[in-house]
Structures are given as structure tokens and as C-alpha cells.
């Protein structure tokens, strides 16, 4: 597993790590590609995700995201060398990045700011069937 | 943008090489943890769960007695350089860790067969005029000739046809070596690297690789000799999920537990 999320690694380092691995035989890489501090991959449709919810990092960074090309491309370069890509989408907590993205995925419609700090907020705090449940 | 790079292994005696290499990205000054714990062999059962937990690949290589014989092509040939394109890479080891995946294998039941023989006492020396990748047998040029192009830096070429001296690529391997074994043989007289898939092939060469002294991994132009001690290598992945954990420190737990069940 290779957390991208937290902090963003761009193409070329992640093809670093797939030349490191694959050289010690290991097959698989799992990608952690969205959390409270950065979405990493850019989704049709959804475009705030990875360009502003993923335009900071957990340690005060730029941040930074995968386009769908960019991704492609890591998956091809992985199977060049016998890796297989996992991707994972980190749900329903660890989505503070999403939620600062899009005002409609908070249950009282209101955005948080962005974290650029390792760390997470509620994700509600009214009293809806979720209440006392926390990222 | 940060970039990777490696510190080099300590030198502890005159033939053990301590596998400590720590990877550094500058742009942000984090450690990403030792190398070592990649070749660290893991023996708990992998639960389906568990994706992040790394299985060692029980590569067993005979400590078959060894010696460096002198070069035996011309020098000139033989200070050619190897200039490794690639990037963030890591050395193995010579007798230390050797040591380590042979008691692995051992500790797993032997996942790997070692075959004393073919290659005892010999020593197999790569040059420009031995040195090239021959394959053998059914499949395509794809993917694993050109890893195998990438390890030389004499930019050996790979071909239809070989001499006594090549370095041969065999997919015609029975089908017991699975999707991902390998046989290697290494001889004074040459190399032959035998799957029955293409991953097999490209573990095979990623096996040679380590077989060669570690400058042959260095990203500037380093001198011969060339050499790979004499083995007889059959080798398959004890698990078919082989993974590693890596995170920020102290940001997750899922790493840790892999820490914690492997030290």
C-alpha cells in the first residue's frame, strides 16, 4: 500500500516504487488514494474532488492529483512489471477532502474548510441517524 | 518536485554487505523505512484482509563456495560501464541476505528447490561480447525483454539466436514452475533463465540482477568486472499476494500492525 492520499506522489516516484518492488518480487500495489487531506484522482463528473479537494496535503503541502491519463499510465507501468494495481477510495469516513469539495455531501449543506494537517473533523454534528458517528 | 534516492549499503566485513538502505524523498524529508524490511521474510498466514502485508518471495540461493575469477575478456570490454537506467533502485546483498532468504526457505518448507551442481565453484562473467539475452521457446518480445535490456547498461541485444556466453531466456519452462517460478542456472560457460510465463522470466532477471555485484544497481558509470557466482536456482512464490506497507509515520495503523507482526 502506497499512501498517495496523505501525501501526494507523482507519477514518476510512484513508478519509482513499482521499479523498487517489483525488483523484490512483489505483485501488488495498493493505492490509498483519497482521504481527509487530498483527493488524489480525478472523477468525471465530480471535478472539485481532485482539483480542489485535492489541492492540499497533511503537512501544509501543495498536494496534487491523478488525471485519468496519469493513472492509466501507472497502472500500465505496473503490469510491465507484474504488479497489479488496487485502487481504494477511502469511504464513508476519511472524507473530509470530499466533503470540503462539494457542500451537499454534509448533512447540515455546509462545506468545511480544507485540512492541510494530518488529522479529521465530524462529519455531522446535528442529530441525524448518524449522530455521534465521526471520521 | 522531490526525488527518491537511496543510501548506500554499509560495508560491515570484506563480503557481507548489510542490506540497510533507507529510501529518502528530499522534497518532503521523510524516511520511508529500511529497504531490509522488504527481504524480510514473513511467516504468518495472509488473511484476505490483510492487504497490505508483504510476503516474502523465498528466493533460496545456494552459498555454493565462491570465488571471483579474473576477468576474462578484454579489459576494455570489461571497464565498460553499466549505467542503470533504473531509477529508485535497490541493492541486494551478497552472503547476508543470501543467508536470510535461505533460512526463509528453510523456515517455509522449502518453497524454493536448490539444486547444488550445475554451477558449483563457477563463476559466470557478463561482457559485451557474452552478453546477450536470448530467448528461447514460445511467446512475443514484450515487456520482459526489455526489463532485461535495462539491467546491463551494455545495452545487451536481445536475439533470436545465442552463443556459449549468453545470457538465455527460456519460456518454454515446464508448467510445474506456475504462473510466477523461475529456473535459474548460472555456469562460467553462461546463463539460462527458464518459465513457463513472462513473470517468471522477469523474476528470473530480477534474481541475476542480485547476483551481480551491487554497483551493477548504481546510477553512474561504474567499472567491471561483471560476475555472478555459479548457481542452480529453482524458485516459486510461496504466496500469489505479495504486497508492502508503506504510510506516513504515525498517520496510520495499517502499517503498524504489519510492523508489529513482522519484527
Same mark, same amino acid.
Given at each position: 500500500?502506497?499512501?498517495?492520499?496523505?501525501?501526494?506522489?507523482?507519477?514518476?516516484?510512484?513508478?519509482?516504487?513499482?521499479?523498487?518492488?517489483?525488483?523484490?518480487?512483489?505483485?501488488?500495489?495498493?493505492?490509498?488514494?483519497?482521504?481527509?487531506?487530498?483527493?488524489?484522482?480525478?472523477?468525471?463528473?465530480?471535478?472539485?474532488?481532485?482539483?480542489?479537494?485535492?489541492?492540499?496535503?497533511?503537512?501544509?503541502?501543495?498536494?496534487?492529483?491523478?488525471?485519468?491519463?496519469?493513472?492509466?499510465?501507472?497502472?500500465?507501468?505496473?503490469?510491465?512489471?507484474?504488479?497489479?494495481?488496487?485502487?481504494?477510495?477511502?469511504?464513508?469516513?476519511?472524507?473530509?477532502?470530499?466533503?470540503?469539495?462539494?457542500?451537499?455531501?454534509?448533512?447540515?449543506?455546509?462545506?468545511?474548510?480544507?485540512?492541510?494537517?494530518?488529522?479529521?473533523?465530524?462529519?455531522?454534528?446535528?442529530?441525524?441517524?448518524?449522530?455521534?458517528?465521526?471520521? | 518536485?522531490?526525488?527518491?534516492?537511496?543510501?548506500?549499503?554499509?560495508?560491515?566485513?570484506?563480503?557481507?554487505?548489510?542490506?540497510?538502505?533507507?529510501?529518502?524523498?528530499?522534497?518532503?524529508?521523510?524516511?520511508?523505512?529500511?529497504?531490509?524490511?522488504?527481504?524480510?521474510?514473513?511467516?504468518?498466514?495472509?488473511?484476505?484482509?490483510?492487504?497490505?502485508?508483504?510476503?516474502?518471495?523465498?528466493?533460496?540461493?545456494?552459498?555454493?563456495?565462491?570465488?571471483?575469477?579474473?576477468?576474462?575478456?578484454?579489459?576494455?570490454?570489461?571497464?565498460?560501464?553499466?549505467?542503470?537506467?533504473?531509477?529508485?533502485?535497490?541493492?541486494?546483498? +551478497?552472503?547476508?541476505?543470501? /543467508?536470510?532468504?535461505?533460512?526463509?526457505?528453510?523456515?517455509?518448507?522449502? =518453497? *524454493? %528447490?536448490? $539444486? &547444488? @551442481?550445475?554451477?558449483?565453484?563457477?563463476?559466470?562473467?557478463?561482457?559485451?561480447? +557474452?552478453?546477450?539475452?536470448? /530467448?528461447?521457446?514460445?511467446?512475443?518480445?514484450?515487456?520482459?525483454?526489455? =526489463? *532485461? %535490456?535495462? $539491467? &546491463? @547498461?551494455?545495452?545487451?541485444?536481445?536475439?533470436?539466436?545465442?552463443?556459449?556466453?549468453?545470457?538465455?531466456?527460456?519460456?518454454?519452462?515446464?508448467?510445474?514452475?506456475?504462473?510466477?517460478?523461475?529456473?535459474?542456472?548460472?555456469?562460467?560457460?553462461?546463463?539460462?533463465?527458464?518459465?513457463?510465463?513472462?513473470?517468471?522470466?522477469?523474476?528470473?532477471?530480477?534474481?541475476?540482477?542480485?547476483?551481480?555485484?551491487?554497483?551493477?544497481?548504481?546510477?553512474?558509470?561504474?567499472?567491471?568486472?561483471?560476475?555472478?557466482?555459479?548457481?542452480?536456482?529453482?524458485?516459486?512464490?510461496?504466496?500469489?499476494?505479495?504486497?508492502?506497507?508503506?504510510?506516513?509515520?504515525?498517520?496510520?495503523?495499517?502499517?503498524?500492525?504489519?510492523?508489529?507482526?513482522?519484527?
Amino acid at each position: 500500500m502506497l499512501d498517495v492520499a496523505r501525501h501526494f506522489f507523482p507519477v514518476s516516484q510512484v513508478e519509482n516504487y513499482l521499479d523498487l518492488i517489483s525488483m523484490y518480487k512483489i505483485n501488488t500495489l495498493h493505492l490509498h488514494l483519497s482521504d481527509n487531506d487530498g483527493w488524489r484522482i480525478d472523477i468525471n463528473g465530480w471535478p472539485r474532488l481532485a482539483r480542489y479537494g485535492g489541492s492540499t496535503d497533511a503537512s501544509r503541502g501543495p498536494g496534487g492529483f491523478y488525471t485519468q491519463d496519469d493513472y492509466r499510465e501507472i497502472v500500465r507501468y505496473a503490469a510491465s512489471r507484474h504488479v497489479t494495481i488496487i485502487p481504494e477510495i477511502d469511504t464513508p469516513g476519511h472524507v473530509t477532502a470530499a466533503q470540503a469539495s462539494y457542500a451537499e455531501l454534509n448533512c447540515d449543506g455546509v462545506a468545511p474548510p480544507l485540512l492541510n494537517r494530518a488529522g479529521a473533523r465530524s462529519a455531522c454534528r446535528s442529530t441525524s441517524p448518524t449522530s455521534g458517528w465521526t471520521t | 518536485m522531490s526525488a527518491c534516492r537511496l543510501v548506500p549499503p554499509q560495508r560491515a566485513s570484506e563480503d557481507v554487505i548489510q542490506p540497510r538502505i533507507r529510501i529518502f524523498c528530499s522534497g518532503t524529508g521523510l524516511i520511508f523505512g529500511d529497504v531490509t524490511e522488504l527481504l524480510r521474510p514473513v511467516d504468518v498466514p495472509i488473511r484476505e484482509r490483510d492487504i497490505g502485508r508483504s510476503a516474502g518471495f523465498a528466493v533460496s540461493i545456494t552459498p555454493i563456495a565462491w570465488r571471483r575469477f579474473p576477468a576474462r575478456s578484454a579489459s576494455a570490454m570489461m571497464r565498460k560501464v553499466l549505467c542503470l537506467t533504473v531509477s529508485c533502485l535497490a541493492v541486494l546483498v +551478497r552472503a547476508g541476505g543470501e /543467508r536470510r532468504a535461505g533460512r526463509a526457505a528453510a523456515g517455509a518448507g522449502g =518453497a *524454493a %528447490a536448490v $539444486v &547444488d @551442481g550445475d554451477g558449483a565453484g563457477q563463476v559466470f562473467t557478463l561482457s559485451r561480447r +557474452r552478453g546477450s539475452w536470448r /530467448r528461447a521457446g514460445r511467446g512475443r518480445r514484450g515487456s520482459t525483454w526489455r =526489463a *532485461a %535490456a535495462a $539491467v &546491463d @547498461g551494455y545495452r545487451l541485444p536481445v536475439t533470436n539466436f545465442g552463443l556459449p556466453g549468453d545470457i538465455r531466456l527460456d519460456l518454454g519452462g515446464p508448467s510445474s514452475l506456475g504462473d510466477e517460478g523461475y529456473r535459474l542456472t548460472v555456469t562460467a560457460v553462461g546463463v539460462e533463465i527458464a518459465a513457463h510465463t513472462a513473470a517468471g522470466l522477469y523474476y528470473g532477471v530480477q534474481t541475476l540482477r542480485q547476483l551481480l555485484p551491487a554497483k551493477a544497481e548504481a546510477r553512474t558509470v561504474q567499472s567491471g568486472p561483471w560476475t555472478a557466482r555459479g548457481v542452480a536456482v529453482k524458485d516459486t512464490p510461496r504466496y500469489a499476494w505479495r504486497a508492502r506497507c508503506w504510510t506516513w509515520p504515525g498517520t496510520s495503523s495499517r502499517c503498524r500492525r504489519w510492523r508489529t507482526t513482522s519484527t
